[in-house]
């Protein structure tokens, strides 16, 4: 399968950066799914959403995203988060106890945290 360079950045941290097959976010305007070969484009993440990673060698990787945009060139994909983490890095029992007694922006983070993690184990 054709590989795109991808690159998933939030602003504390770089997460990941090589070859994918795919790379899928959820933007204001749907899920969306890019290929090598995409067209340019620019799209805004939705808050409290969700990334996946299809390396081109490797496991999927998932993560928890909130905020920002991707971006689609000729030859790569990049991914720049106002906050990521991956979906191994979520602590769900936080992350449920924040859905129920956290302000706004810890539920958001949780809701996305769990919608990794559910992600991560749907294969």
Do not use: C, Y
């Not at 988060?81 to 890095?89: C, F, K, M, R, V």
């Amino acid at each position: 399968m054709a590989e795109i360079a991808a690159e998933l950045v939030a602003v504390e941290r770089k997460l990941w950066s090589g070859n994918a097959t795919i790379v899928t976010a959820q933007t204001t305007e749907g899920e969306i799914g890019v290929l090598a070969g995409h067209e340019p484009m620019l799209g805004q993440l939705i808050e409290n959403g969700v990334v996946t990673i299809r390396p081109a060698e490797g496991d999927r990787l998932v993560a928890a995203v909130q905020g920002g945009f991707i971006s689609v060139s000729k030859d790569k994909v990049t991914i720049l988060a106002d906050h990521a983490e991956w979906a191994s890095e979520v602590d769900t029992a936080a992350a449920e106890a924040a859905l129920n007694e956290g302000d706004r922006d810890s539920r958001a983070r949780a809701e996305a945290g769990l919608r990794a993690v559910r992600r991560s184990q749907e294969g």
